[in-house]
């Protein structure tokens, strides 16, 4: 049998994949304000890339009380939901698959964004981190997390919920699927963790009980749009915001297990892509692909020769591109052809903005031409 190819067709759930290149969540911060309402201008972005087998969007709060940086889209409201149809419109016209990126911060967030100016978590303990907030003169700036306030197993019921409806929002403004964010230091990624999880309920302790959240979720979501159109993010090896739990990867993979049962479509590992972060060790994608049948997604400074080792090892099935899908909107035929990859021209205009830096990076074609 030859080795797969990032440019085979892939089959995941019902969904036909063009490639198994996917384009990789990242926050852009452009959306509508007040309202946190996705824009036209979103929807021509991902038009632009939807030759990616697979898209998944940036992370989108799904409540207020999941926000965590200013300008991120939503997906709890009506305007969001008309907001986010735009954009499943225009890559469904442009033959794309798309899934929406689910997302509660949880105690990485900043008081302005709640009602008492308390975000919550697990257990009360500030991430020793900082959020992108933009302040009343418009400007953004990187400022601290504040102590948040212990979630109430009520609190933690109504997050469910959340969760189950943002699903709901998401297939009703035409997504294909959903994706959990579960890594990064985020909510679940709370949870996941003994450094960020004092809890003395069934919600803390054991790994059987320190996963038991990430189950609700997936369990409260799958029920409502179907298990093989949900699959969740998990960044095992993040050390920073508080999060370096050398336990950790003992309750990925248990969830993994319990993902494995429940039929959930896909583990998406988020690799630490910063210069000095762990490598990710040959075991763990061992137990990882043992333990897990379904689509395996990996993501973090891939390259093509990289992405091609991983596939041929087994240990992937779908390659996630961030950074690259920014400058190269055409990034999969400039991997097939091993065209040169355009760099981000100005680091500014990465989180907010308008269409610069944003829309209008052309594809290769279009640069020859005007050569």
């Known amino acids: 049998m030859k080795p797969a190819s990032l440019f085979e067709r ?29 824009s036209a201008l979103m929807a021509e972005y991902y038009r632009q890339r939807a030759s990616a087998g697979l898209i998944i969007t940036e992370a989108t709060q799904i409540s207020p009380q999941g926000q965590g940086y200013s300008w991120t889209p939503g997906i709890h409201s009506p305007e ?13 016209q442009a033959g794309g698959v798309i899934f929406s990126q689910l997302w509660h911060v949880g105690r990485m967030s900043h008081a302005s964004f ?28 990187m400022v601290d997390c504040p102590q948040p306030r212990t979630l109430s197993r009520k609190d933690i019921q109504n997050i ?35 450094t960020s999880n004092k809890r003395t309920d069934e919600y803390g302790g054991t790994v059987a009980n320190r996963i038991r959240f990430a189950q609700d979720v997936l369990s409260a979501i799958a ?29 990925i993979l248990a969830l993994a297990a319990w993902c494995e049962q429940k039929g959930i479509a896909f583990i998406h590992l988020a690799e630490a892509d910063w210069d000095d972060a762990p490598q990710i060790p040959e075991h763990f994608r061992q ?9 395996l997604i990996v993501a973090g400074n891939y390259d093509l020769a990289k992405a091609e080792e991983i596939l041929a090892a087994g240990y992937a099935d779908l390659i996630a591109f961030g950074r690259p899908f920014i400058a190269n909107p055409d990034l999969p035929h400039r991997l097939a052809h091993r065209l040169p990859l355009a760099q981000v021209r100005d680091p500014a205009t990465l ?21």
Request: hydrophobic residues 35%; proline residues 5%.
């Open 114 to 141: 709640h009602h008492d100016g308390q975000p919550v978590a697990p257990s009360a303990l500030a991430p020793d981190a900082q959020v992108w907030v933009v302040n009343e003169r418009g400007e953004g700036q």
């Open 287 to 295: 137990s990882l692909r043992e333990t897990f049948s379904g689509t």
């Open 80 to 92: 969001q939901v008309s907001g986010w149809q735009l954009t499943t419109g225009a890559v469904h």
């Open 223 to 251: 029920e409502a749009i179907g298990h093989e159109r949900t699959g969740i993010r998990l960044s095992p090896f993040i050390t920073q915001r508080g999060m370096n739990d050398p336990q950790v990867s003992e309750a």
């Open 351 to 371: 989180f907010g903005g308008t269409a610069t830096g944003y829309t209008d990076y052309s594809t290769y074609t279009q640069q020859e031409e005007t050569l």
């Open 160 to 194: 469910v919920a959340d969760y189950r409806q943002a699903a709901l929002n998401a297939v009703q403004a035409g997504f294909d699927g959903v994706e959990v964010h579960g890594g990064n230091g985020y909510l679940i990624d709370q949870f996941l963790r003994q």
């Open 10 to 38: 892939y089959r995941l759930g019902s969904l036909d994949l063009k490639n198994r290149i996917v384009m990789a969540p990242m926050t852009r911060a452009r959306s509508l304000q007040p309202g946190n309402i996705p």
